[in-house]
């Protein structure tokens, strides 16, 4: 296993990340009993595992935010109340996702 990720292994990364993302927001929508689980998953192995092959790569535009925000949805309490709150926070990350992917395109 490498310690780093290319330049095109992390955009892989990052494309692929969005519809792990993504599905928090059907998820939370359905109330779905494994809501916590998943997301307690995708910010273990996902986000906080991640954290080591990209540090000499681009990441500020993403990285801390998507984990602030995600562990914000994961502590909240009455966080299947506020659906509207989650996908709008979901759709801003994937926003910024995407900005670092056409950064690292170089568009």
Not at 1 to 11: A, G, H, L, R
Not at 60 to 83: H, M, N, S
Request: glycine share 6%.
């Amino acid at each position: 296993m490498k310690n780093e990720f290319s330049k095109q292994d992390y955009i892989s990364y990052l494309i692929g990340l969005k519809g792990t993302v993504f599905k928090i927001i059907p998820l939370c929508q359905h109330k779905n009993e494994f809501f916590h689980n998943y997301v307690d998953s995708l910010l273990t192995f996902e986000l906080y595992g991640v954290g080591f092959p990209i540090r000499n790569l681009p990441h500020d535009i993403w990285y801390q935010k998507t984990i602030a925000v995600i562990e914000g949805i994961y502590r909240q309490p009455l966080v299947f109340d506020d659906f509207k709150k989650v996908r709008k926070e979901i759709l801003n990350l994937l926003r910024l996702i995407d900005l670092q992917i056409n950064q690292l395109k170089g568009e």
